[in-house]
């Protein structure tokens, strides 16, 4: 649309999606680390190519789905989009979202 700039410019050679041992941590009442919720999670997708998370409860993902929208940030391992860091907000630009149990805090104004 007119007065709209693409933040990245995405070539038909760039990956898509790239993680890379991924790792997040268990944490307890306290916020002490107690074991891995992500034990190194690795994948890397082509141009073009589709990809779906599947797996029983518990399996990781929507924890692995947070940290490509850097909701969650993991001890170890990247996230690229596009070839970019995750937690740049360029490379998350155009990502979409629908969180199974969205949370408004009241403090949220539509402005």
Do not use: W
């Not at 007065?3 to 995405?10: A, K, S």
């Not at 916020?31 to 690795?42: M, P, T, V």
């Not at 490509?68 to 391992?77: E, K």
Request: aromatic fraction near 8%; hydrophobic fraction near 30%.
């Amino acid at each position: 649309p007119k007065g709209c700039y693409p933040l990245m410019t995405i070539t038909s050679q760039s990956t898509p999606l790239e993680i890379s041992d991924l790792r997040v941590a268990r944490k307890n009442a306290l916020g002490q680390a107690r074991g891995d919720r992500l034990k190194g999670i690795s994948l890397s997708l082509l141009p073009g190519e589709c990809f779906a998370f599947l797996g029983h409860n518990g399996a990781g993902k929507t924890t692995t789905i947070k940290c490509i929208l850097d909701l969650i940030r993991p001890y170890h391992g990247k996230v690229h989009i596009f070839g970019r860091s995750s937690r740049d907000y360029s490379a998350r630009h155009g990502l979409g979202y629908v969180a199974e149990h969205p949370y408004f805090s009241p403090n949220l104004t539509v402005e």
